[in-house]
């Protein structure tokens, strides 16, 4: 939620949710678009209070709708260059992170000068030769945000 609340406080702001399975980063795409649709706790379809309400109504986040998505393997090439151009919350997995978007991190300059949030979801799942080859890519996320400006909080 603090991420989202950044998103729709800061224009440029950017959030990258790092997932160990590309299978996790698509349920969890379900779960934000049924959040940012106010399909969650609080809807009309469930009465209870909305659990991280933003600013009393889940509609805040009306500036992040469509600005999200996932990026791994199956995305398509043209869905890979809409999300470069206009993604504010990336949900992918480390060795996308590895493979594709710091080798590339010119195509993704505005991304990264903007990151503003590193979310790291199942954190306790990075252990052993896995849990090494992410820090090691995570080392080298915070070397790119540093050459674009950028000092992204890591939420974990």
């Given amino acids: 939620m603090p991420a ?8 440029r702001a950017r959030a990258l949710y790092l997932f160990p399975t590309k299978a996790l980063a698509q349920d969890q ?3 934000l678009q049924e959040l940012i649709r106010g ?3 609080g809807s ?3 009465p209870r209070p909305a659990v991280g309400e ?3 109504s889940v509609r805040d986040l009306g500036p992040v709708v469509g600005r999200f998505g996932t990026y791994d393997g199956d995305t398509s090439q043209s869905a890979r260059a809409r999300l470069r151009g206009e993604v504010r919350v990336l949900l992918t997995n480390p060795d996308i992170l590895h493979l594709d978007l710091l080798p590339n991190h010119t195509l993704w300059a505005n991304f990264f000068a903007n990151l ?7 954190a306790h799942a990075y252990r052993g030769v896995f849990g090494s080859h992410v820090g090691c890519v995570l080392r ?13 909080q890591i939420i974990a």
């Fill in 140 to 152: 080298r996320l915070w070397r790119v945000c540093t050459r674009y400006g950028s000092a992204p």
């Fill in 54 to 56: 933003l600013r009393g």
């Fill in 29 to 31: 795409l379900l779960s």
């Fill in 4 to 11: 989202l609340e950044a998103l729709v406080d800061e224009g």
């Fill in 116 to 122: 503003r949030f590193v979310v790291v979801d199942e």
């Fill in 44 to 46: 009309v379809r469930d």
């Fill in 39 to 41: 399909e969650l706790k």
